[in-house]
């Protein structure tokens, strides 16, 4: 069975404290691994989408990389408003089959 | 270009009525997916939707629980007679055709289902 699990299940940083969110996985094929940024009472929202181990993205103060067994978002200088819960996903390689596996949440709180 | 939609973004049910939840996809998109998400759960897959067809339901409770997105119109998630457990939060997500092979589903605010 797919597995996707996030650690730590919350984390508090001060502002400027930058640190690293940690998402391991154990599938049986990987088409994809994705991460969200979700607000309480709202939406996932898109940030990355990482497709094979090496591959890194970045996007203003965040940056995923992906390995064959864990994928890290790692948040330089973070500030006040990327307080969130980061999700991860992954999608796996079952014919027609498109569905997204969720690991449980890493809340992130940043105090000014 | 507007976003995912769902309505109504609360839904309050006393036990055996029915919750109908809708989801208007992205202008362009034609793959819709529902996912639950429970108090501290994650978002669990419920189910897969191409215009008209139902590609993977895999993740749907057997009984009580149905779901369609006709030709025309919104995608509906249909639940008979709720029960408390069925209280959630339930996310829409739509992809582009052609891209579903490649993720990128963008999430609608979701329904929060209340059940009485």
């Known amino acids: 069975e797919d597995q996707v699990t996030q650690s730590p299940e919350a984390l508090r940083l001060q502002e400027g404290e930058s640190s690293s969110l940690n998402c391991s996985y154990t599938v049986s094929g990987l088409r994809g691994l994705f991460w969200y940024r979700q607000d309480p009472g709202k939406g996932p929202e898109f940030l990355f989408t990482l497709y094979s181990a090496g591959e890194e993205k970045e996007k203003e103060r965040l940056k995923a990389t992906l390995t064959k067994k864990e994928s890290f978002l790692h948040i330089t200088a973070p500030k006040p408003e990327d307080s969130a819960t980061y999700l991860c996903a992954v999608q796996v390689i079952t014919g027609a089959n498109s569905k997204l596996t969720f690991g449980k949440g890493i809340t992130l709180s940043v105090r000014p | 270009n507007a976003g995912v939609m769902q309505n109504p973004r609360h839904l309050v049910r006393r036990r055996g009525q029915e919750a109908r939840l809708r989801c208007s996809p992205m202008?362009?998109?034609?793959?819709v997916y529902w996912y639950r998400q429970l108090p501290e759960e994650g978002l669990k897959f419920m189910v897969y939707l191409q215009k008209e067809n139902i590609i993977d339901e895999s993740g749907m409770p057997k009984e009580r629980f149905s779901a369609e997105f006709p030709k025309e119109g919104p995608s509906i998630l249909r639940i008979q007679q709720v029960v408390r457990g069925d209280s959630a939060a339930y996310f829409c997500?739509?992809?582009?055709?052609?891209?579903?092979?490649?993720?990128?589903?963008?999430f609608g605010p979701g329904t929060r289902l209340t059940v009485l």
């Open positions: 997500a739509s992809s582009p055709p052609g891209r579903q092979g490649k993720g990128e589903q963008f």
């Open positions: 202008k362009g998109h034609s793959h």
